[in-house]
């Protein structure tokens, strides 16, 4: 069974990935959380964990038979140039409750930008005063952090065809970001951190008034906007001489860290506008195997105005289309895995810089087992984007286990 007490910092621990595309504005924001998602490559509205049943659209929740538990850890390796970063951690958990086959409530924790990120001077440069004073200087840029998102949401049948979805999100978290200026091996840092507030509404709707050529065909939309758009308040610190360059500010540095200035702060209001619309169809050709199409059209409509990001702009918008093939086990049978695979081109509209192309591809399987439909979903996606302000191109390489786990919760008088 199911454990009923669940650690609350185990969700405050999220993976915040390392990529290049972190530089721009606030940092790049996360796509898949979850196994199932990340495997077909989808922007999670149309079902991929099993049948009928996404993670991330609150309306098709109801069609799960037990209470689940589902927690996603991902790996992800990142390759620019020479360079290559690899981070890992919880990507995402959720608990999602159905109840009589009519309506569920879910609640969820997951990054929503991340600002992870490096950018260092690859050679000293020299500035001369007179021919016997030569000083060597090199810069390091670091972010870090970034906001994560808290759903609470619920879904209904309204009919046996029409079923729909809301969510809130509450944002919260912070990012850090810190200058140095290297001088003659000397680290003079200048450091800042932003604190995010805002809330999101998630709509969402499924139909399978449909068919094609008699078979089953599934119509799913998701609109999401700020009810509250994302504040950001942010503290800039006094700069100091790291003399035991441990990149903390402490008793050791000039000036030390008890004569220094108090922190000047700054609220910048409406800071991001989030709108997202989403659309997909889902058609079974045959007995468990679908295909699906999913477009994404996700914008920033916010002011923007604290320029403290490593590039000079900021993802205003992106656009995604996924072509995804799927094929879900059949409950309580020898046959117990779900297959996937999927295709995506994507186009990022980066304020006052290039567009940003991206073309990935997914693979995932998912593994049944247990009386209560328990499942391991273990997935692959390989992302190539370019046109990257700097750096030119990228390869993310992504690797997610996800682990659900099933109860009986409001289900124990159902046969199973």
């Known amino acids: 069974m199911l454990s009923r007490s669940f650690a609350l910092l185990l969700f405050m621990t999220m993976l915040f990935s390392q990529s290049t595309m972190n530089g721009y ?14 495997g077909s490559g989808s922007i999670g509205l149309l079902p991929s964990f099993k049948t009928n049943v996404s993670l991330g659209n609150p309306s098709t929740w109801h069609n799960l038979s037990f209470t689940y538990l589902s927690t996603s850890f991902e790996s992800q390796i990142n390759e620019f140039g020479s360079s290559s970063v690899t981070n890992s951690g919880l990507a995402s958990a959720k608990l999602i409750i159905p109840s009589k086959k009519k309506i569920s409530f879910g609640l969820a ?12 001077d690859s050679t000293f440069s020299e500035f001369i005063f007179v021919e016997s004073d030569t000083l060597q200087y090199s810069r390091s840029n670091r972010a870090g952090g970034g906001s994560s998102m808290a759903q609470f949401a619920v879904g209904y049948k309204l009919t046996e065809t029409d079923n729909i979805g809301l969510g809130i999100d509450v944002v919260f978290g912070s990012s850090r970001s810190s200058q140095n200026l290297i001088i003659d091996s000397d680290n003079h840092l200048l450091q ?6 805002g809330s999101l509404i998630e709509l969402y709707y499924t139909t399978k008034r449909f068919s094609f050529k008699d078979k089953p065909l599934s119509l799913s939309f998701n609109y999401n906007f700020s009810l ?3 504040d950001v308040e942010n503290e800039s610190y006094q700069a100091f001489l790291d003399l035991n360059s441990n990149n903390y500010h402490d008793s050791q540095d000039y000036p030390n860290v008890a004569a220094a200035l108090m922190p000047t702060k700054a609220v910048f209001k409406d800071e991001i506008a989030i709108s997202d619309f989403k659309a997909g169809i889902d058609y079974e050709f045959a007995e468990r195997y679908h ?18 990001s490593l590039y000079p702009g900021y993802i205003k918008g992106k656009s995604k289309v996924n072509i995804g093939f799927l094929k879900f086990a059949k409950p309580y049978s020898k046959d117990k895995f779900h297959f996937r695979a999927g295709l995506s081109f994507s186009d990022y509209d980066v304020k006052n810089l290039d567009n940003v192309k991206e073309v990935g591809l997914g693979l995932g399987v998912g593994i049944e087992f247990g ?7 273990i997935s692959y996606n390989l992302v190539d984007r370019d046109n990257i302000y700097n750096i030119g191109s990228e390869t993310v390489q992504s690797f997610n286990v996800g682990v659900s786990i099933g109860d009986l919760w409001f289900v124990k008088r159902r046969k199973i």
Do not use: C, H
């Open 228 to 230: 509250n758009d994302i």
């Open 291 to 308: 295909a699906q199409i999913e477009v994404q059209s996700w914008n920033n409509d916010g002011n923007n105005t604290l320029s403290d």
């Open 25 to 38: 504005g606030y940092g790049m924001f996360a796509q898949n959380d979850d196994a199932s998602t990340l």
């Open 109 to 120: 924790f997951k990054p929503l930008f991340s600002r992870e990120i490096t950018v260092v």
């Open 192 to 197: 800042s951190r932003d604190y995010f507030s």
């Open 371 to 377: 009386l209560m439909r328990n499942q391991i979903d």
